[in-house]
């Protein structure tokens, strides 16, 4: 079975002969976590709950 890159589309064998499926290699693997660590990419929903909210940011900085 092949799947596209979801970085570059480059076709890619699933499977033990490809280490960084479904990335086509390790530049491409790397480019996806950038663009999550940059906020880029998220997973769509409510924001999260920040202590801050409550008030209660106290504890979490001990």
Known sequence: MTVPCPTCSTTV???EQS???PFCSKRCQL???GEWADEEKRIPGDPAWLPEQDGE???WNH
């Open 31 to 33: 480019i996806d976590l």
């Open 13 to 15: 064998e699933w499977g």
């Open 57 to 59: 940011n106290d504890d």
């Open 19 to 21: 280490p960084y499926r």
